[in-house]
């Protein structure tokens, strides 16, 4: 990372400003893993009880996290004890939420438009619409007459 800081816009009337990051990517490792289709909680298919059930798990998996490094505010904070506080907090909010979750309903299986076991939010309301316009039938078409 070599860029961080706050985005202040006078547009934004939330009580916060959001962060940014900006990476150094002309050494990413290109290398491809392969995606493997895991089950993953459903909350909409979940009964009022499992949905009970799971907000006071996560309610008290996450109280009972510890705060490690709460006095440090700077946002470029280099100090490798607070670096591994963070990770650490991290790493118990995601396996707080993970254990949460196992009283959800769980499903895998694969996504019809990827053939992943992954969903893509937005497909339906957004790609979907505009796979139909002459625009994107072009593309396609060009796509398919393009050899590599």
Known sequence: MFEAGAIHHGANTSNHSPIYCKFIVDKLDES????VS?????FRKATADQ????TEAICANLNNINLLC?????????NNSHISDIETYLYNILNA??????????S??????????????????HVRPFKATPF???MQTLRQSTVF
């Open 97 to 106: 939420i993970e254990e949460a979750a196992s009283c959800l309903p769980q």
């Open 108 to 125: 895998g299986g694969t996504n019809s438009a990827t053939g992943s076991g992954f969903s893509l939010p937005g497909w339906n309301e």
């Open 51 to 54: 949905k009970t059930q799971y």
């Open 136 to 138: 994107c039938r072009n």
């Open 70 to 78: 709460e006095n440090c505010e700077d946002i470029f904070c280099t």
């Open 38 to 42: 895991s089950s993953k909680p459903k």
């Open 32 to 35: 491809v893993e392969n995606n």
